[in-house]
């Protein structure tokens, strides 16, 4: 197994460029969730390999300890060949002792070189670690940028599209057309009242109405002393006592004169309703 190609290709990952990702992809947020979730994957594996490599320290350690007890044990059997006269087999139990210490020797070797590496992997993978926090932190405020940009671009194209397309101008328009409708129902209106119903009594509502302002403002000017006093009230004259009746050729008279007058009222107003 090749920690140094691994790692290689862990570093190439945290080092890709989150931003040209996003750019290249249809979704950047499924595009980071899956960066982050890669790289993931990827501590996960790195966190096994590290412990592989504490367990092949320890081994070499144990492995160690073991050859130097043994050599150890050898030097014991020396001792006690010595002390029973042998010394051929005392050499050979030398002999022994002095292999197994040379095998120590060497599992002490590769047990500091295996710690040495075990150590930088452990930095490696707290670095590694540090990235991948780094990250998802990272992930997170560039997806809340990327939604506060899409919120921003939908208002704009909204904006965009009412200020393109004919919404507002549609709404004056119709806002016209009601004023518009308004303003025939209101002349409708006024017709109908000037010329429905006694035409002659409204004239003379008219002009009751006129002489009212006429008075109001003479009574105004007389206030200001722009206009002479108002005359003094004069007596009630005794109007003579009427004629005598009209005989019945006159009042005949009358009443057919009051008929044609009230036909020829009645034809203007058909005239004008017309």
Not at 11 to 29: F, H
Request: negative net charge.
């Amino acid at each position: 197994m090749s920690k140094p190609g691994f790692f290689s290709r862990l570093a190439t990952l945290i080092k890709s460029n989150l931003n040209d990702l996003i750019s290249r992809s249809e979704d950047p947020e499924k595009m980071l969730n899956q960066i982050v979730d890669d790289m993931t994957g990827q501590l996960g594996e790195a966190k096994k390999m590290v412990a592989l490599s504490i367990a092949d320290e320890k081994r070499l350690e144990k492995q160690t300890q073991q050859e130097l007890e043994t050599a150890a044990g050898w030097e014991k059997r020396a001792m006690l060949a010595v002390k029973a006269g042998n010394d051929e087999l005392a050499k050979e139990a030398l002999s022994r002792k002095k292999e197994h210490e040379t095998l120590a020797e060497q599992f002490k070797d590769q047990w500091q070189k295996q710690k040495a590496s075990v150590d930088q992997l452990k930095l490696a993978l707290r670095a590694l670690n540090s990235k991948i926090e780094e990250a998802k932190r990272k992930k997170n405020l560039l997806i809340a940028r990327k939604k506060r940009a899409e919120a921003q671009k939908a208002i704009q194209e909204t904006m965009g599209g009412l200020r393109n397309a004919s919404a507002f101008e549609t709404f004056d328009r119709m806002a016209g057309k009601i004023e518009q409708m308004e303003a025939e129902a209101s002349a409708q209106a006024e017709l109908n009242e000037e010329y429905s119903g006694d035409v002659l009594a409204h004239k003379f509502q008219q002009l009751e109405q006129t002489k009212g302002a006429e008075e109001d403002l003479m009574a105004l000017k007389r206030k200001m002393g722009l206009a002479p006093p108002e005359p003094e009230p004069q007596k009630a004259r005794v109007e003579p006592a009427p004629a005598e009746a009209l005989d019945a050729a006159e009042q005949e008279e009358l009443a057919r004169a009051l008929a044609e007058l009230e036909a020829e009222e009645q034809q203007t107003e058909l005239r004008m309703k017309k």
